[in-house]
C-alpha cells in the first residue's frame, strides 16, 4: 500500500520539461492528496489547479515552488479544472496576496453563484435528491447534520451533537462552522466562508492557452461538476486531467449546489469527448501520473455499463425507488453494503444511483412515475412487440 501512495510525496516532481506536479495535503485523507501542476511559462509560472486553502497546504506549495527555484509571486494564472474546494479555493487565497487571475469554466457559475447567494443551503440539490429516491431517512439524517454544523451552537439540553465520523465527513464537503465564523456574521456568505469568491475568467467552448511554449486546449467535461474542463497539450500528449479520469477511484458524479439534470449522461459523453482526442499522459488531480488516458477511460467507461447493468437487473424484480435499488446493489470494491457506508457516502451512493436510474430511462430501457409524495418509482420498460409482419 505504501506504493500506491507514493505519489502523496512532498515536491515538485518532474512530468515533463518544465512541469512539474506538486501534491498538496488536504483536510480529511479520504483523497490522500491533491496533484496541482505548475507548468514553467517564459519567466513564470501557470498553475493547473491551487489546492484547498489551508494554512500547510500554502506552506507546503511555497516550499514545493522554492525547489524549482520560484515563489508565488511568480504564478501568473491559475486555470482551475472545477470548483471544489480542493481544487479552486487555494487560488482565491493567492490572488488576495498577489492578485493573480483565475480561470474556471463557465458551467461552474451556477453552483458558484449558488455558494456567494444569501440563502445558500448545504446540500440542497443532493437533499431533493434523495428524496425524490425514497430516501427520507437518509435526507434527514444529513438535514440534521448539515444544519447543526451550520447553526454551530448546541441547543442547552439537546442530545450530543453527530458522532464525529458523520462530522467529519460532512466536514469534507461543506465545512463545520463554529460559532463566530465569518460566515456567521451578518452580510457574509456560507460561500464566502468556505473560501469562495467568483474567478476573473469563464473558460467557454475550446479556449486556447499559451502558455510559455505550449498551446494548452480546456475541453469541457461535465459530469464530475457541471463545468468541469481538461486542459490538453496535444503536441506534448499531456492531458491535465483534474477530477474526469482519475487512476484509483471512479469520480463522483454531479455533487455541487447547482448539478446538472443529467450529470451521468453528461459524464459518459465527456469520457468518449476525451476517448476520441488522440492518447495523452494521464496527469489526474489524485493519483500518480500514468501513460494513457484512453487505457483508463475505457475501465471507466466499462464501470458504468456494468453498474447500468446490475441496476437493470434489479429492476427486472419489479418496480424500485432508487433507495431500493442503491440498497440491493454492492458499494466500493469492498462489496460493502449501503448502510454500512458513512452518511456522506450513503448520500452519494443514492445519487449516483438515480443518475444512473434516469440515464436508463433516457435510454428507453425504463420507464419511471413519481407516487403523490414525488418519489420516483422505475421499472423495465416493457419488452417490445415482437414483430409479426413477414418480409
Ligand atoms: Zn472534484
Known amino acids: 500500500m505504501a506504493d500506491r501512495h507514493a505519489w502523496t510525496e512532498e515536491g515538485a516532481h518532474p512530468v515533463a520539461p518544465g512541469v512539474h506536479r506538486i501534491p498538496l495535503p488536504l483536510p480529511s485523507d479520504a483523497l490522500r492528496a491533491v496533484n496541482v501542476y505548475a507548468i514553467e511559462a ?69 453552483s458558484i453563484d449558488g455558494l456567494l447567494s444569501g440563502d445558500f443551503r448545504p446540500l440542497r440539490a443532493q437533499l431533493a435528491v434523495l428524496r425524490v429516491a425514497g430516501a427520507a431517512d437518509v435526507a434527514d439524517r444529513l438535514a440534521e447534520v448539515t444544519s447543526g454544523s451550520l447553526a454551530g451552537r448546541p441547543q442547552p439540553g439537546a442530545t450530543p451533537g453527530p458522532p464525529a465520523a458523520l462530522r467529519q465527513a460532512a466536514a469534507a464537503s461543506f465545512d463545520a462552522l463554529s460559532p463566530g465564523h465569518p460566515a456567521l456574521r451578518p452580510g457574509t456568505t456560507v460561500g464566502a466562508a468556505l473560501g469562495y469568491e467568483a474567478p476573473d475568467e469563464w473558460i467557454s467552448g475550446q479556449q486556447i492557452f ?24 496535444t503536441q506534448a500528449r499531456l492531458l491535465f486531467a ?65 453498474r447500468l447493468q446490475i441496476m437493470a437487473d434489479v429492476l427486472a424484480g ?16 469492498r462489496q460493502r453494503k449501503l448502510g454500512d457506508l458513512d452518511l456522506m457516502n450513503q448520500m452519494l451512493a443514492v445519487c449516483e444511483t438515480v443518475y444512473h436510474l434516469d440515464l436508463l430511462t433516457a435510454q428507453g430501457v425504463a420507464v419511471s412515475q413519481a407516487d403523490e409524495n414525488g418519489v420516483r418509482y422505475y421499472r423495465l420498460a416493457a419488452p417490445r412487440e415482437p414483430s409479426h409482419r413477414l418480409r
Open 242 to 306: 483534474g477530477d474526469h479520469v482519475l487512476p484509483h477511484i471512479t469520480p463522483s458524479i454531479g455533487f455541487q449546489e447547482a448539478p446538472s439534470a443529467e450529470p451521468l449522461r453528461d459524464y459518459l459523453q465527456s469520457l468518449s469527448v476525451v476517448r476520441r482526442m488522440p492518447d495523452m499522459r494521464l496527469l489526474p488531480a489524485h493519483g500518480p501520473v500514468s501513460d494513457s488516458a484512453h487505457a483508463r477511460i475505457d475501465e471507466l467507461t466499462h464501470h458504468h455499463a456494468e
Open 210 to 233: 499559451e502558455v510559455g511554449s505550449r498551446t494548452l486546449t480546456a475541453v469541457e467535461t461535465p459530469g464530475h461538476t457541471r463545468g468541469h474542463v481538461v486542459f490538453a497539450d
Open 42 to 110: 517564459g519567466s513564470g509560472l501557470v498553475l493547473i489547479d491551487s489546492g484547498w486553502a489551508l494554512a500547510n497546504a500554502l506552506e507546503q506549495l511555497q516550499r514545493s515552488l522554492a525547489a524549482i527555484g520560484a515563489g508565488l509571486r511568480d504564478v501568473r494564472q491559475f486555470l482551475v479544472t472545477h470548483m471544489h474546494r480542493d481544487h479552486y479555493t487555494q487560488a482565491v487565497e493567492v490572488r488576495r496576496l498577489f492578485g493573480t487571475p483565475i480561470a474556471l469554466g463557465e458551467g461552474e457559475k451556477p
Open 318 to 333: 419489479g418496480e424500485r425507488t432508487g433507495y431500493d435499488v442503491a440498497r440491493s446493489i454492492a458499494w466500493t470494491s
